[in-house]
C-alpha cells in the first residue's frame, strides 16, 4: 500500500501572513495568526505563561490565559500540523517552512565576507530582502521590535549585495537592488554609497551624479544635512 506524502507546510510572514498547505491558503482567526506568527519568531519553545503575557500584556493574566487556549484551539482544529504544545509550552512544529527563516539565512550569508554566495546573488533573495516583516501589523510591542530587528539586517543584507553584485560585474543587478534599499530607507547614506559606486564601475558617471544630488536634496529636506565628505569624494 503505497504511503502518501503529507503536503508541505509553508508560513509567509514577508510582505503580510499566510499559512499554505501545498499550493491552499489556510483560513486563520486574527488570534491564531498572531500565535503562529509569534511562535515562528522564536527561537525556542516558550511557556505558556510567557506566550500569553506577551501576546495579551494589557489583559488579566487569567484573561490572557483563555486567550491563548482558543488562540491555540482555532490553529489546531484547522487539521494541520502547525503548532506543538505540552501543558506547559509550546512551539511553531518542525515540519513548518518559514519564509522569513530563509530570508535571514540569505541575509547572514551575504553579510559573511568569507561566503561566496554566488548562488543567491538572485532575484528572488533581491525582493525577499525588499520585503518587509508583517507590515500591517504594528499594534503589539513584540510585533514593532521583530520588523525593525529584521529590517535593519534585511537593508545591510541588500547593501552587501549591491557591492557583491558590483564586484561581479553585474551592474544592472546591482544598480537594481541599491535602488530597492534607497527606496526601503531614503534617508539612508550607505545605500546611495553602493548605489553610486555601481553606477561609476558600469561608468555612468551622470547616474551617479544624479543619484548624489537625490540624496543631498532629501537629507537637506528631511534632516536639514548635507551628504557626508566621503559620499561627495565618490564622484569625479
Known amino acids: ?4 506524502t503529507p503536503e508541505a507546510v509553508t508560513l509567509q510572514l514577508l510582505k503580510g501572513f499566510a499559512l499554505l498547505v501545498g499550493e491552499q491558503r489556510v483560513a486563520l482567526s486574527s488570534g491564531a495568526q498572531r500565535l503562529v506568527a509569534f511562535l515562528a519568531l522564536q527561537e525556542q519553545p516558550r511557556t505558556r505563561s510567557y506566550v500569553a503575557s506577551t501576546l495579551w500584556p494589557e489583559t488579566t493574566a487569567e484573561r490572557a490565559n483563555a486567550n491563548l487556549r482558543s488562540s491555540l484551539w482555532r490553529a489546531l482544529r484547522t487539521g494541520h500540523r502547525v503548532i506543538d504544545a505540552s501543558s506547559q ?7 513548518v517552512d518559514v519564509d522569513l527563516r530563509d530570508a535571514v539565512d540569505h541575509a547572514y550569508q551575504l553579510l559573511d565576507g568569507a561566503c561566496r554566495c554566488d548562488d543567491i546573488l538572485t532575484r528572488q533573495t533581491r525582493d525577499e530582502l525588499s520585503a518587509d516583516l508583517l507590515p500591517e501589523w504594528s499594534d503589539n510591542e513584540w510585533v514593532l521590535m521583530e520588523q525593525e530587528q529584521y529590517r535593519q ?9 549591491v557591492e557583491r553584485l558590483t564586484a561581479a560585474g553585474r551592474h544592472g543587478e546591482a544598480v537594481t537592488a541599491g535602488l530597492a534599499v534607497v527606496r526601503a530607507e531614503p534617508l539612508r547614506e550607505s545605500a546611495y554609497r553602493v548605489l553610486i559606486h555601481a553606477h561609476l564601475a558600469a561608468g555612468n558617471r551622470g547616474s551617479a551624479a544624479h543619484q548624489y544630488e537625490q540624496c543631498r536634496r532629501v537629507l537637506l529636506d528631511e534632516l536639514g544635512l548635507e551628504p557626508s565628505e566621503s559620499l561627495r569624494q565618490l564622484l569625479p
Open 153 to 161: 539586517l534585511r537593508l545591510y543584507a541588500l547593501e552587501a549585495m
Open 89 to 95: 509550552e509550546m512551539a511553531l512544529a518542525g515540519n
Open 1 to 4: 500500500m503505497r504511503t502518501q
